[in-house]
C-alpha cells in the first residue's frame, strides 16, 4: 500500500497518522522522505530515527481519530512556501478542561496536564516557539483570564505532567465570540493570522474557543467567521486554509491563492447508518473564494462564496445499484486498504455536475466523532476528511 500512502493524490474524509516515516535526517525533506499527516500510524521521534505509534500519552483513544486534531506544514509570512510539518494533537476530554486551576506559587501552576500534543517534523517554528520533535502547550485560567505555555518535551509522556513555567514560553490567547447555547468541539486546529501571516493555534478551553499566538503582536486577526448554522458560526466543526498546489520549479507543493472552506452539514454526530442505506445523505459542503483547475479537475470543487457552497459532498451505503450510480460512472476502487460490505460511495456535486468516488471507512469502535471536516494535508494536494457514523469516512478516486 505504500504507493497510496506515499505518492496518490487522494480526496480524504477520515483517517488519522502518518504516511511515510520522515528521512534518516529526522526532516520530512522532499515527497519521498515527508510523511502525510495523518494516516494509519503516528511517526514519533526513537532512538535512532522515528517509529510508529498509534497513540499520543496525552490523547489516549482519540488520538487515531483526525476530526480531533490536525496537521499541516506551515505556510511563511509571504505565503508563497511552506515551512516545517507540524502536528496538533488535541489532549483527551478537552471538554472536561476546568476553568480555573489553582496557583501553587508564583511560578508554578497547578495545571492539569497539556492541552495539545504538538510534533514538529522540522526545523523549529519561531513564531509560536516550536522546537522540533514533541512539545507541549498548556492552556489554563488564572482569575478567569487565559494563558498559554509552550515548553519542548523528550517525549509525549511529558506533555501528562502539570505546567512548570521555569522553562519555555508564554504566548497570548485570545477567546474567540462564540453565539450563547453554541456546543463547542473538543478539538485542535490550525488557524491563520490574516495580518501579520503567521499560523496560530485553535482550539476548545473551557467552554469557550480560544485561539493561541505570537506574543510579540498585540492583536490577533483570525481567520473568518460565518453564520447561518451552528456547524459555520462556531470554530472547529469548519475548517479553512490555503489550498496547497504543485510547484512549476519541482516536486514539492507551493501554497496557491484559493482559499477553502469546509463545512459539516447537519448533525453529523447524530447520523446512523441506517441514513445511509441505500439512499444520498449531504455531509459536507465545499466554498473556494475562487476557481481552481486543479481542484476543479480532480475534486469537482468549484468557486463560490462561504458559507453559501456550491459544492457538495454526498454520502451513500450499497452497492452501486442500490445508490443508483450510473453504471458509466462507478468507481474502480481498486486501491482500498479497508473494504466494507456492503461498499460506501461519495457524490461529489458541483451545479448539474456529479462525480463519483469510493469511501473508506474506518470504525473507532467505543469513541465519539466530533462531527467535524476538515482540510488534510497531502503528498500532491490538500485533502477532506469528515466524520461518519461510528468512525471516519476517507474518499478515493482509486
Not at 505532567?161 to 485542535?188: E, H, M, N, R, Y
Request: hydrophobic content about 35%; glycine content about 8%.
Amino acid at each position: 500500500m505504500s504507493r497510496i500512502f506515499c505518492g496518490a493524490v487522494l480526496l480524504t474524509a477520515c483517517v488519522c497518522v502518518l504516511a511515510c516515516p520522515p528521512g534518516t535526517n529526522g526532516k520530512s525533506g522532499g515527497i519521498a522522505g515527508r510523511p502525510e499527516c495523518p494516516r494509519d500510524t503516528i511517526w514519533v521521534p526513537a532512538d535512532p530515527g522515528y517509529k510508529p505509534v498509534t497513540s499520543i500519552a496525552a490523547s489516549g483513544v482519540i488520538s487515531m481519530v483526525p476530526e480531533y486534531h490536525d496537521c499541516q506544514r506551515m505556510l511563511n509570512s509571504q505565503m508563497n512556501a511552506f515551512g516545517p510539518m507540524i502536528a496538533v494533537f488535541a489532549r483527551y476530554g478537552l471538554d472536561t478542561m476546568p476553568a480555573a486551576p489553582a496557583i501553587r506559587d508564583s511560578s508554578r501552576f497547578a495545571a492539569e496536564q497539556a492541552a495539545a500534543t504538538i510534533l514538529n517534523y522540522d526545523e523549529p517554528y519561531d513564531p509560536l516557539h516550536i522546537e522540533h520533535g514533541f512539545n507541549c502547550l498548556w492552556v489554563y485560567s488564572v482569575a478567569g483570564i487565559w494563558n498559554a505555555h509552550i515548553m519542548k518535551a523528550k517525549s509525549d509522556n511529558d506533555c501528562l505532567g502539570p505546567l512548570d513555567t521555569s522553562g519555555g514560553f508564554d504566548l497570548k490567547v485570545t477567546v474567540a465570540p462564540t453565539p450563547p447555547g453554541q456546543k463547542i468541539p473538543p478539538v485542535a486546529r490550525w488557524d491563520w493570522d490574516k495580518e501579520v501571516h503567521e499560523q496560530y493555534i485553535g482550539m476548545r478551553c473551557g467552554i469557550q474557543w480560544c485561539e493561541i499566538s505570537s506574543k510579540s503582536h498585540p492583536t490577533l486577526v483570525s481567520s473568518d467567521r460565518y453564520g447561518g448554522s451552528p456547524m459555520a458560526e462556531v470554530k472547529g466543526w469548519y475548517d479553512e486554509q490555503y489550498l496547497a498546489v504543485p510547484s512549476n520549479s519541482g516536486p514539492d507543493l507551493i501554497p496557491g491563492v484559493v482559499k477553502a472552506t469546509i463545512f459539516p452539514v447537519g448533525n453529523l454526530e447524530a447520523n446512523t447508518l441506517g441514513d445511509f442505506e441505500k439512499k444520498w445523505l449531504e455531509v459536507a459542503m465545499v466554498s473556494l473564494s475562487e476557481a481552481s483547475p486543479q481542484y476543479l479537475a480532480k475534486f469537482n470543487f468549484v468557486a463560490g462564496p462561504a458559507p453559501g457552497a456550491k459544492t457538495h459532498i454526498w454520502f451513500c451505503n450499497g452497492s452501486s445499484q442500490g445508490c443508483q450510480i450510473p453504471n458509466d460512472q462507478v468507481p474502480t476502487c481498486t486501491d482500498m486498504p479497508v473494504k466494507s460490505d456492503p461498499p460506501w460511495w461519495a457524490r461529489i456535486e458541483s451545479g448539474s455536475v456529479a462525480k463519483y468516488y469510493c469511501v473508506i471507512r474506518r470504525v473507532h469502535d467505543g469513541v465519539k466523532i466530533p462531527g467535524a471536516a476538515r482540510w488534510r494535508w497531502k503528498l500532491l494536494d490538500d485533502g477532506i476528511w469528515v466524520a461518519c457514523p461510528d468512525g471516519c469516512c476517507e474518499v478515493t478516486d482509486k
